[in-house]
């Protein structure tokens, strides 16, 4: 609970200890809230991506890619790579 509204939130894998439907659920509640307002989710839960209106990609520190979630995707760059291994099965995994 926030005692007044922030200009800028910044969430930092804060969400990635709980079930990926409430990560999702906490996202859009936060977003609905803080519409107005600037939010930085550092974050690998791929489904919340496609939310953002902005996505950064880091690699060793250094901002690789920019973009929307559209954008990246097309790129077949960094973001599209880290994405495909976010969907590949684990092998022996349920």
């Known amino acids: 609970v926030f005692l007044n509204k922030p200009s800028v939130l910044v969430l930092d894998e804060t969400l990635a200890a709980l079930e990926p439907a409430l990560q999702a ?3 859009n509640t936060i ?4 519409r107005d307002e600037t939010c930085i989710f550092v974050t690998d839960f791929m489904p919340l991506h496609r939310k953002a209106d902005r996505i950064i990609v880091l690699d060793k520190g250094r901002i690789v890619e920019d973009g929307s979630y559209a954008q990246l995707s097309r790129q077949k760059g960094h973001y599209h790579h880290l994405y495909q291994l976010d969907s590949v ?3 022996g995994g349920a």
């Open 89 to 91: 099965p684990i092998a």
């Open 25 to 27: 659920n906490i996202f």
């Open 31 to 34: 977003l609905g809230k803080y």
